[in-house]
């Protein structure tokens, strides 16, 4: 190989080391806020579903203020949006840290829920931007891993941090991380030139024809609905499996964090293979496929019992979840002009956390009244309608 080709590889080896760090900190930050939540109530005297706002300030101003930053990407580029994200992250994280009231604890999560919001929008169109369609299966699986790497390591070790120092002390370390990662990804990723649409501006209007145009034409909102009901799907199935485990079974807490790490495990480890296997097959083939391969586990899972074979299904689960999200989001990178990428994924974000949250306030009713196998069912049939979704971005048929 000469010079120039490992220059080259050099460079996307730390493009995605960078925008997985990224993703890591910002999907860590969110999930490690559960374990803490306990801490932070006895601190400021809340009820439960009045700490629990501290999830919804979150993702409200995460998947409306995204909105804005998409059109925002394809104007000024990919990386000034990542280091103004991550800007926003640091303030959000300090305003949590020094956080003495609840109010001033909220307001810190909602900007943190604005920096996040804009660091998964950039990352997503910054690596659609820098790696071809033939290998971007391969590069998004690699850099999406860090969702399942942030569930193994980081709420453990998020957990620890509370338990030893305090729940403040954990957004001081997600500060810290964010701080440097500014200054890592300052220097580390190359500078993409802008992907703004001729003759496209920033202005109120210009995002409502932008967006609208997004669902009107038959592809795209295809693309959207299968994201939709692909993010909505596991909601349920991942926030009452502990419950179910506890109550069925008489698991206890450490027994079920074995399950999350080993299932988390597998999907950590197949993902980038993940990747590299849709490039060669098609990525909308394997993501309808695992699709499917899912609506099946997921009818499974509530017939099992406790012991090694329920473990095989977690894990199976796990895989199928894998392979089907580097596609995916390989796939809603290449629906539109690079010049309107990131308000694309702006809306399709926009709309995953809108699909999260009714799942999983759907999933708390259905739990309530028929128990987790309705819960797995439902995961199930929005599985089938993702992949369902897929099969109509037909005008894309390199997919």
Known sequence: MNKRGMSRDGEQSRVIVSLF??????????????????????????????AG????GYSVCAGLFVLLWGPLSDAFGRKQGLLNGLVLFLAGSSVSFLAGSYPALMTGRMVTG?????????????????????????AMGSIFSSYFAALIF??????????????????????GASLLLTVGAGL????????????????????????????KERTSLSALAGSFFASAATTGFLAFLGVWLHDSFGISGSSIGLVFLISGGAALLASPLAGSVADRIGKRFQFIASSVALMLLLLTLPLMSWGSALFVVFGLISLAAAFRQGPLEAMLSEI???????????????????????????????????????VCLLGAVLSLLAGVSMLFTSRHRNL
């Open 114 to 138: 604005i920096g996040a919001g804009m660091l998964s929008l950039n990352a997503i169109a910054y690596a659609a931007d820098y790696f071809p369609y033939a290998k971007r299966g391969w």
């Open 21 to 50: 760090l990224i993703l890591f900190v910002g999907v860590a930050d969110n999930q490690v806020v559960s374990p803490l939540l306990p801490a932070i109530r006895a601190d400021f005297g809340k009820s439960p579903s009045e």
């Open 336 to 374: 539109v002009p690079s010049g309107e990428r990131g308000s694309f994924v702006a809306l399709k974000n926009s709309l995953s956390q809108l699909g999260i949250g009714l799942a999983a306030m759907v999933s708390g009713l259905l739990f309530e009244m028929h128990g987790y196998g309705a």
């Open 188 to 215: 580390m990723l190359p500078l993409l030139p802008s992907k703004r649409a001729a003759g496209g501006e920033t202005t109120f209007s210009e995002y409502l024809r932008r967006y609208g145009s997004f669902v």
């Open 154 to 175: 980081g709420v453990p070790l998020g957990s620890w941090l509370g338990e030893r120092f305090g729940w403040n002390s954990v957004f001081g370390a997600m500060g």
């Open 53 to 56: 706002l501290l999830f919804t």
